[in-house]
């Protein structure tokens, strides 16, 4: 059963242009053209992520302290006061379409 479905999976009628089947783009040097291949995702990838861990670093031991010498503060923005009289030409407003207001 898994056979099967595998085999429906990567037909070549379902991921392919007619006439073409997984040996004409199967990578090679013999090849006319040269197709991507799984391969090449070999060094970007784990690079990615390194420049993941190094920015993450950066930010929290080099760019913060900096930042924090300079005087910038680490605040969250603060929430609007609720404004029942805006609430309401909101609510009247005919150009709006999709209103989406929770009235605590």
Known sequence: MLQYLVSKFW?????????????DISPGPDKAVV???HRHLLYPLPLALVLIGLRH????YWFA???????????R???APNNPKLE???LMS???????????
Do not use: C, M, R
């Open 35 to 37: 197709y991507n291949d």
């Open 11 to 23: 037909d070549e009628a379902l991921w392919l242009p007619p006439n073409t089947t997984w040996e």
């Open 77 to 79: 923005a603060k929430k």
């Open 65 to 75: 302290p900096f930042g924090k010498s300079l005087g910038i503060k680490n605040t």
């Open 94 to 104: 005919s150009k709006i379409k999709h209103k989406q207001v929770s009235l605590k």
């Open 57 to 60: 670093v950066l930010e929290k």
């Open 88 to 90: 309401a030409a909101y």
